[in-house]
């Protein structure tokens, strides 16, 4: 390359990284006032914001899919190294806009429309259990997903453009041969638990007052590598982790003093992604790499720390006196035996949100099977409910009483999202793979566990996964840091050894 083209090279590549620095600062703005909504906003103030978030959007979209972006991105991807960070840089950035440009305006209109409206159907139809009173809404939104696949574009399966919106890479196919592999082996440990009584996590109800638990969890989060002084905690009815930068990771909760694990286990997962983002490489900052790769990577991170870290038994060895000390008399009497087997109870129920580690999955691939058949037209709206109890009996061999418990019980539909739920269970299979192959690497990790220290396991996981962003792709990322792509067998060996041992049964 000659020295002019050199130079103009790189000016374009500063244009382009200025140009994105905006659109990063507008979702930032879009962040902050999302957050601000959730946890702090008057009620009074909803319609206000409302115009205020719209505004910023349509700013951010114009800045977003602007010609002078795709120009630059044009000139600049015969220019960069693809294996360098520019070369990561141009990649991701082209994948952003495209995915930006290639929708049209009315069908962003119909939809934004279309889901405002079918969120109010969706709480009534839940309200009263009656699901005919959402099937207009969502037989509109499957028809505006569907023309959205095919404005993405796909070769195999309409879902697959929208899994790769959350999840870069994965499709359809792949995830049907992970799920069957999975609960061929989960469905029978499931069903063997379920035959066994046990209501020991009668020490979890309370009351725990909220300064306890807040107290117990702000310092295990910063024991994690949590840190504070780029973050904080509030609360929030649905609790969730947010990034304004790498500087400025926050965490949010609902605290209920008559059940403990539902803050404590909920800030450990909410922190488990906010050491993700706290862990982004500064050179990264204001760009579109500074983000998690994708939803699944991010989730492996929260049950990471929520499960194979916060309900172990090295974990508590350390942290269990800390815990009756500072609530004496609900757990007189609770040895830490009982209180282990406690935070593992495992019974199956048709509510997802209340799902344990061992059950959870099989709600997601419920889910999932269901999206694949109504996107693909093959399973019609009106017929969903029947198709969610029959598998809800098959997998977890419960049946929703109503509706309201089954087919209507989650947001994400009404909003339009087809192809999120996998994410989930992607996060469950690689937080086991990504923990093993760090203790494989550090067996000091779970001796530091027992004395409450995780220096190596967060420095192994920031290494490994949080500083690289989205620079490479999940299952990259996943094979740099494991030596091999997304492995359902880590998973469930874990869950077979762990249930096993909890429950007497092999
Ligand atoms: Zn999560």
Redesign the pocket.
């Known amino acids: 390359m000659s020295a002019r083209r050199a130079t103009a090279s790189s000016e374009r590549l500063e244009e382009l990284r200025r140009r994105l620095g905006t659109i990063a600062d507008l979702q930032a703005v879009l962040s902050v006032l999302g957050w601000d909504q959730q946890t702090q906003m008057p009620e009074a103030a909803s319609d206000l914001r409302a115009e205020q978030v719209a505004t910023v959007s349509r700013i951010a979209h114009e800045h977003a899919t602007s010609e002078e972006i795709g120009a630059l991105l044009d000139a600049l991807e015969g220019e960069v190294d693809p294996g360098s960070l520019e070369g990561a840089l141009v990649r991701i950035a082209r994948r952003d806009y495209d995915r930006s440009v290639c929708l049209p305006a009315s069908l962003v209109e119909e939809t934004a429309r279309v889901t405002s409206l079918a969120e109010p159907a969706w709480v009534e139809a839940r309200e009263r259990a009656d699901w005919a009173i959402f099937a207009p809404h969502l037989e509109r939104i499957v028809e505006l997903r569907r023309r959205a696949a095919e404005a993405y574009g796909f070769e195999d399966h309409p879902l697959d453009p929208l899994i790769d919106l959350y999840e870069p890479g994965m499709t359809r196919e792949r995830l049907s041969e992970i799920f069957a592999v999975i609960a061929e082996r989960l469905v029978p440990m499931v069903r063997a638990v379920a035959e066994i009584e046990d209501d020991c996590d009668a020490a979890l109800r309370g009351p725990f007052d909220e300064a306890g638990q807040e107290a117990f969890a702000r310092e295990v989060v910063g024991r994690f590598g949590y840190d504070w002084t780029r973050g904080r905690l509030d609360r929030a009815v649905h609790p969730f982790?947010t990034s304004f930068g790498v500087d400025d990771v926050r965490i949010t909760t609902r605290f209920e003093p008559e059940y403990l694990p539902t803050a404590l286990f909920g800030i450990l997962?909410?922190a488990g992604?906010g050491l993700y983002e706290q862990g982004i490489d500064r050179e990264l900052v204001r760009l579109p790499l500074a983000d998690g790769v994708s939803l699944g990577v991010?989730?492996s991170q929260?049950?990471l720390w929520e499960n194979l870290v916060g309900r172990s038994w090295r974990f508590w060895q350390a942290f269990y006196p800390r815990l009756c000390e500072i609530f004496p008399a609900q757990l007189r009497g609770v040895d830490l035996e009982t209180f282990y087997r406690a935070i593992n109870r495992s019974a199956p129920t048709p509510i997802r949100v209340e799902a344990d580690e061992l059950t959870y999955n099989l709600h997601v691939f419920l889910r999932f099977e269901i999206e694949a058949s109504v996107i693909d037209g093959s399973l019609p709206v009106a017929r969903i409910p029947e198709a969610w109890n029959a598998m809800m009996e098959d997998l977890l061999g419960v049946v929703p009483a109503d509706d309201a418990e089954g087919a209507l019980q989650d947001i994400h539909w009404s909003g339009g999202s087809f192809g999120y739920f996998p994410t989930y269970a992607v996060?469950n299979v690689l937080s086991v793979q990504l923990y093993e192959t760090a203790v494989a690497a550090h067996p000091e990790i779970e001796e530091e566990m027992e004395r409450g220290q995780f220096g190596t396991l967060h420095g192994w996981l920031r290494e490994a996964v949080y500083r690289h962003g989205r620079r490479w792709d999940p299952d990259e990322l996943i094979t740099r840091a494991t030596g091999r792509p997304l492995d359902p067998e880590p998973y469930l060996s874990y869950l077979e050894t762990k249930y096993g041992e909890l429950y007497d049964f092999d």
């Open positions: 982790c997962h909410e992604h991010h989730e929260s049950r996060g």
